[in-house]
Structure formats: C-alpha cells, structure tokens
C-alpha cells in the first residue's frame, strides 16, 4: 500500500487474527461495527485486484467501502492491521469456497478424481485467489507487507494440505507419496493454465477446456483409474 499522508501509521500492536482482532479490538461490537469493519475489508480486497496493492490507499479503500478515512483508520488503525485482517479473510474464504464447491460431490475413485480437479479449477479462477497472489508479488519488493505473507503463506499452506487430506483420504491412505505429489501437480497446473493465455478469448477457452480434459486423462492414468 501507497506510504505516506494516504497510509496509516506503523504502530505494530496487531492481533493474529480476524476473530481475535475483533474480539480484542477497542471498537465496540455490535452487528453494524462487524459489518463495517467486513465491509473494509472487503472493499481492500477488491482494491488490490482493481488497482494493485502498491496503488491501493486509505483513501480508495474508503471509498469502496462508502466510508470516511476516518472510519477505516477507525477500524484499523494501523496498516499491518489491515493486511493481516485481509489476509486472514482470504485465507478463511477460500478455503470455505472450496469446501462448499466439494461438498456435494464424490471423494474417491475416478469421479472423486475428476470432481477434485473440477474443484480445483473453479478455485484457480477465485477473486481471493487473485488477491492472494497479488500480495504474494507486492511481498517481493514490500518488507512490512512480506513479514505479513511469510507467516500466513506457511498457515494457508498447512490449513490447504490438511483440507486436501480430510477431503481424499482414500487417495492418501492408498500411496501417501504419490497422493503428495500429485495434489501439488495438479494444484500447480490449474493455476498455471487459469492464468495462461492462448489466443483470443472464445478460442483462449477451447484450448483451456482441451487442456483440462486431458489433464484428467493423465491424472487417471496417474492413479491407475483408467477402467
């Protein structure tokens, strides 16, 4: 985020969490403050996607929120506060849309397998995930903002690991080496070809939707489900 009269200031009293940042916090808890104080949050958030984090003030945050500055520094005083609510929010949410896009669907087999990478597919293409790796790259050149993403990049890791575990747990139990392996392939590969661009965007899709079909050929292929 842009430094300077636009930002708040470095006080690095902050709270680990969005609970407990709440819970903790000076402002009083009533269902108008929480939705505000989500409603900042969700406006940072779209924030970084519209403009780029480095681009991204109190300012434009206020504004997409429909708040005074005074409100959000208000709610968070202190920039580390609202990048580490921000980031706990992805964290949460993601993980949460991913579990709702699996919870009506087959976990084992060839159909759990072409169901997950389905899954999978769909949360490449989420706005949180979007947001996420904008933080990932402003981190490399933003030392307040990378002291944040190092922590929260190990949790989301072990929460997403744990996540893949309790879904597919006959997959584990059946090769542990080759279910950890192939979680990172395909996890890798989504987002790679989500992102990638192959030519104009009616045919930029056909090839993506060619690409995913295959993928799960070599998949099934990969786990000996190809009966």
């Not at 690095?12 to 989500?38: C, F, N, W, Y």
């Not at 084992?108 to 933080?135: N, V």
Request: hydrophobic share 45%; glycine share 6%.
């Amino acid at each position: 985020m842009v430094s300077g009269t636009e930002t708040m200031s470095m006080t690095t009293t902050v709270a680990k969490s969005l609970d407990s940042e709440a819970a903790g916090s000076r402002v009083r808890q009533t269902p108008k403050s929480i939705a505000t104080h989500q409603r900042i949050i969700e406006a940072a958030i779209r924030c970084f996607l519209d403009i780029g984090y480095h681009r991204t003030t109190t300012s434009e945050i206020a504004k997409q929120a429909r708040v005074t500055r005074g409100a959000v520094q208000y709610y968070f005083p202190t920039t580390p506060e609202v990048l580490r609510a921000t980031v706990d929010h992805i964290i949460q949410h993601f993980t949460a849309e991913y579990l709702a896009a699996t919870a009506n669907v087959a976990h084992e087999g060839r159909e759990g397998l072409d169901q997950g990478i389905d899954a999978l597919w769909h949360a490449a293409h989420s706005p949180l995930w979007t947001a996420w790796k904008e933080l990932e790259a402003a981190a490399r050149t933003d030392a307040e903002l990378a002291s944040i993403m190092g922590p929260a990049k190990a949790a989301f890791a072990a929460r997403w690991e744990q996540t893949a575990k309790d879904l597919y747990g006959s997959f584990l139990v059946a090769d542990p080496v080759k279910f950890e392996m192939g979680r990172h392939l395909a996890w890798q590969f989504l987002q790679a070809l989500a992102s990638s661009r192959f030519a104009p965007s009616a045919e930029d899709n056909d090839v993506k939707v060619r690409l995913l079909t295959e993928f799960k050929v070599l998949m099934r292929q990969y786990w000996g489900l190809t009966g």
